[in-house]
């Protein structure tokens, strides 16, 4: 028998439950406290009292989830169906968008989503125009793909299959995305062979059809990718979400990227063949952290450029330069360094009263001590000024960096 939907959470008794969850949010904001979920749930039963319990539980369970979705989709998240560990899974609309309209710009008018989830990134294959086949191999999560699907008006372009993706026919002309299942309960699956699908028959499939873009974790080994591959490491917001392996039908040839994307700007770097490893020299006026997404992708060469910077040591990547940061900004954090001093406690507490500087923050890189152990043991007044000390190594010295606090974009 062809797959038929089933039953979804009533639309009405949703809206109550979510306005209920809502407001209990806000009232345990407001009063200090935690959210009974209980009294939410018998607050939506006194106000539909004939609702089954199942059709309770139902509205209630999406209700939660849409609420702790807003962290990751905001306010649109109240237009999708969740589960636990779809929306865990669940890529980023701004990062589905980009690939999606890279995808389009390379001509792509058909393509295969081998393991959909709840489909954000076939919604956004979509909304750019291509036709997608919208693989999921779980009933229940391709019941709520459906859903997700019509709910975003896109039901016409957009054909589930419930299948496992292994079982399908795909050839040649086929263009593919594949996001495979990286999770086991709560639990992330490092092996690529533990993947669902697995690594290995990812690969296999990229030799029969090139056209082909997996979703991986930001973490991967860079030789993961088979040989002609690119792969693009993403950020939002500061957070490295995600990397993504396309193969040489849909590969660029600088092989490495990274894209950071903030509120309200979207910048790519790509790997340079005739980029020079970065020099190292002594503080300077600034100390720029380049963002995650650079780091991963081994791109620190391009924020030392853009400011005509050198490495603070090569094992830290920490960057800095006397000229004016502000080239950098969309793609690294910048402090002023007031200071910088051989690290002892000591030295560090007569420092920062110097600078009549009372409250830090810590942070760290390439150096033992935890920095919530020193912070205590400076015993800081809390009043004054505040500023931000960086502690990492500079050869096999540790040194202590006394900056002030982080500048931002002029933009924002
Ligand atoms: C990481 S999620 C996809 C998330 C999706 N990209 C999104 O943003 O909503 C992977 C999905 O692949 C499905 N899956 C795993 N193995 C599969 C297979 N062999 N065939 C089809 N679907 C599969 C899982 O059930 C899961 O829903």
New binding site residues.
């Given amino acids: 028998m062809p797959w038929q939907p089933s039953e979804l959470p009533d639309p009405d008794l949703l809206a109550l439950a979510l306005a209920a969850w809502l407001d209990a949010v806000a009232a345990a904001e407001r009063g200090g406290g935690t959210l009974d979920p209980l009294k939410v749930s018998a607050n939506v039963r006194r106000q539909r009292p004939e609702a089954s319990p199942a059709a309770l539980a139902a509205a209630l369970t999406q209700a939660r989830l849409r609420v702790r979705a807003r962290d990751r989709l905001g306010s649109q998240a109240d237009q999708f169906l969740f589960t636990a560990t779809?929306l865990e899974?669940?890529?980023r609309p701004q990062v589905?968008h980009r690939r999606a309209r890279r995808l389009q710009a390379a001509g792509i008018e058909h393509i295969v989503d081998?393991?959909?989830?709840?489909?954000?990134?076939a919604i956004e294959f979509a909304r750019a125009g291509m036709r997608v086949d919208a693989?999921?191999?779980?009933p229940a999560?391709a019941d709520l793909l459906a859903a997700n699907v019509r709910a975003c008006g896109v039901d016409h372009l957009v054909r589930v299959v419930v299948?496992?993706?292994?079982d399908l026919k795909l050839g040649p002309a086929d263009a593919c995305f594949a996001?495979?299942?990286?999770r086991s309960g709560d639990r992330r699956l490092k092996d690529p062979e533990s993947w669902?699908?697995p690594w290995s028959w990812l690969c296999a499939l990229g030799q029969l059809t090139p056209r082909l873009v997996a979703?991986v974790a930001p973490g991967i080994d860079h030789d993961l990718a088979p040989a002609g591959c690119e792969t693009v490491w993403t950020s939002v917001n500061g957070q490295l979400v995600e990397a993504a392996v396309w193969w040489p039908g849909l590969a660029r040839a600088n092989r490495r990227a990274a894209v950071v994307i903030r509120s309200d700007s979207a910048v790519e770097v790509l790997s340079r063949t005739d980029s020079v490893a970065p020099a190292a020299g002594p503080a300077g006026q600034w100390l720029l952290e380049p963002d995650d997404a650079i780091l991963r992708a081994g791109l620190v060469d391009e924020v030392v450029n853009r400011v005509s910077g050198r490495l603070l040591d090569h094992r830290t990547a920490y960057v800095t330069t006397d000229a004016d940061p502000g080239p950098a900004l969309d793609i690294a954090r910048a402090w002023p360094i007031l200071t910088s001093l051989p690290f002892s406690i000591a030295s560090l507490r007569r420092e920062l009263a110097a600078r009549d500087i009372g409250r830090v923050v810590v942070k760290k890189r390439a150096f033992a001590a935890d920095p919530d152990d020193v912070l205590r043991q400076l015993k800081l007044p809390g009043d004054g000024g505040s500023g931000v000390v960086f502690l990492t190594r500079v050869g096999s010295a540790p040194i202590a960096l006394v900056c002030g606090n982080e500048v931002r974009p002029t933009s924002e």
């Fill in positions: 779809g899974q669940a890529t589905a081998a393991g959909a989830g709840l489909g954000f990134d693989v999921e191999i779980d999560t299948a496992d993706v292994r996001d495979p299942a990286r669902s699908p979703k």
